[in-house]
């Protein structure tokens, strides 16, 4: 594959190739214990987004023979533009015609495109591809991938995340609308596509079989078309929509490219009657389609064989978005601090055993207790929490990520990087040598903790070591927890659950401290992200 660094464009063409790779399995000794265990044990990916997602497919050197760049522009593209755009989308097609694949990126959106590549475009041989960079600096960052990046503008707020819906988030949105018009009238059939996708399956099959009549197939959004993913042909219908959707924003700042191109659409199909045909839901699904409508919660959930494209939308902010793709073994970005991969890193584990019965408020109050206790743990022992699914639904009768019950964003300003993903151990990528490695399960037991695990019938089980802290009324001291698994050299260290299990830090002002961090990092919210309490 042929990766050539443009200065600020990005194209891509799908070849498909699906090798055969075996599913990753979770050795038993580092599964999550007792009432999630048999739940545990599903958590292999489906083989489809394994054996797709993390093969490593080799790629050619990036070419630096090209001297194609982007202008900064605010205003609709010159001539001088469109031949630098054309050049570049010909350079990445190796022809004058073909469809092109164009992804717009932000700075702050590096990361979620660079999953995109790994676990969409490299695992099926995408060729004719093209990040569409915004600012010097996100094309320099892909750049550093090996990924083509044209820069097409450089945005006032290109370094910055963009809140949903505000003014910075709608005028980036617009850029798109702009360059995809370019592209359509340079004569080339555009997919595009957001960075906040995933390709389970090859779409071009698909796509290659909407009927010659349709000029815009665009992924359904429940009661509108998707800006973000849709196929659009360089006919005059096509072009037509693109240039009144254009017109529609540069009249009203405050309307979107996705509501435009509604609008456009709409007005077309007063003349052109089947000019625009969504694509079958079956197959190209949206957030909400795809992870609310079937309670996919956790990787392995109801697993999907037909498929193909997943739009994760319908929840805010990019932490959320990139939790979410964790959780479903969609994320391939190891990073610097090898996320997945680091074969020294020491982890902690803990289960949050059904409380039925004892009352929605307190269910949700303690196992908020625990997930405080668990990171406490984690910073006396220098571990990083593996976290525990939490208890949902009217009855508390099912499991649920952490999105379900805390802001992603602030959890992630004052805790990210000091824990992991429910699902993280069966990730394909986590060594072997990590998931084999695991301490005896203990529950830390207080008087609490006793009434607490024996709700439901829910006993434990003999093979539990039990440690009963000085004050079994309060729980144990971090000096406790120290001298108790301090020397604990598995890679897993495992809890049966850690309800009323620690006490606080022995020092006052540590003790402080992880108060007020506390408070920072668990503000309420819901699934879709968006309220923050």
């Known amino acids: 594959m042929c990766l050539t660094c443009l200065a600020g464009l990005c194209l891509v063409v799908i070849r498909v190739h699906v090798p055969d790779i075996p599913r990753a399995t979770l050795n038993f000794t580092t599964s999550r214990v007792l009432s999630s265990l048999g739940r545990w044990n599903q958590f292999e990916a489906p083989a489809i987004t394994v054996a797709s997602m993390f093969t490593k497919v080799p790629t050619d050197p990036v070419s630096s023979g090209s001297n194609v760049s982007g202008l900064n522009i605010g205003l609709p593209p010159g001539p001088t533009q469109q031949v630098q755009f054309t050049a570049a989308i010909k350079q990445r097609l190796n022809s004058s015609q073909g469809v092109i694949l164009l992804a717009m990126v932000d700075a702050p959106f590096v990361k979620m495109a660079i999953n995109f590549y790994k676990t969409s475009l490299q695992p099926f041989r995408i060729e004719n591809y093209l990040f569409v960079g915004v600012s010097d600096r996100a094309c320099a960052l892909l750049s550093d991938e090996g990924l083509p990046c044209f820069k097409y503008t450089e945005d006032t707020a290109s370094d910055k995340a963009s809140v949903y819906m505000s003014k910075d988030f709608i005028r980036k949105m617009n850029i798109r609308t702009d360059m995809i018009l370019e592209a359509l009238q340079a004569g080339y059939t555009v997919l595009h596509t957001d960075t906040d996708m995933v390709f389970l399956q090859n779409p071009m099959p698909l796509l290659n079989e909407v009927p010659p009549e349709v000029d815009v197939a665009p992924l359904w959004d429940e009661s509108a078309y998707n800006a973000g993913f849709l196929l659009v042909r360089p006919t005059a219908n096509g072009i037509w929509i693109y240039k009144r959707s ?288």
């Open 246 to 533: 254009r017109d529609l924003t540069k009249q009203n700042s405050k309307l979107d490219d996705q509501k435009a191109l509604n609008r456009a659409i709409k007005e077309n199909a007063r003349y052109n009657k089947g000019a625009v045909k969504k694509l079958d839901g079956r197959y190209f699904l949206n957030g909400r389609a795809y992870f609310e409508k079937t309670r996919r919660m956790f990787a392995g959930d109801s697993p999907c064989g037909e498929c193909v494209v997943v739009h994760n939308n319908w929840i805010v902010s990019e932490e959320a978005k990139i939790y979410r793709f964790k959780e479903h073994h969609m994320w391939a970005v190891d990073g610097p601090n090898l996320y997945h991969t680091d074969p020294s890193r020491k982890y902690l584990i803990y289960d949050n055993p059904s409380l039925l019965g004892r009352g929605y408020d307190i269910v949700k109050n303690d196992e908020k207790d625990s997930l405080i206790n668990s990171l406490a743990i984690g910073i006396i022992l220098n571990r990083t929490v593996i976290l525990a699914p939490f208890h949902c639904g009217k009855n508390m009768d099912l499991l649920c990520p952490l999105n379900e019950r805390f802001s992603l964003s602030a959890f992630d300003s004052e805790f990210g990087g000091s824990y992991r993903e429910t699902t993280f151990l069966s990730h394909p990528l986590v060594p072997k040598s990590v998931r084999g490695s695991a301490s005896p399960v203990f529950l830390i037991e207080t008087d609490l903790a006793k009434s607490r695990v024996h709700v439901g019938n829910l006993s434990v089980p003999t093979f539990v070591q039990r440690l009963r802290p000085s004050s079994p009324s309060r729980g144990a001291t971090s000096s406790e927890i120290s001298r108790w698994f301090g020397g604990e050299q598995a890679s897993v260290l495992q809890f049966h659950s850690l309800y009323d299990s620690f006490s606080g830090f022995d020092n006052h002002e540590d003790q402080d401290i992880f108060a007020k961090t506390v408070r920072d990092a668990l503000r309420v919210s819901s699934y879709r992200q968006y309220k923050r309490g």
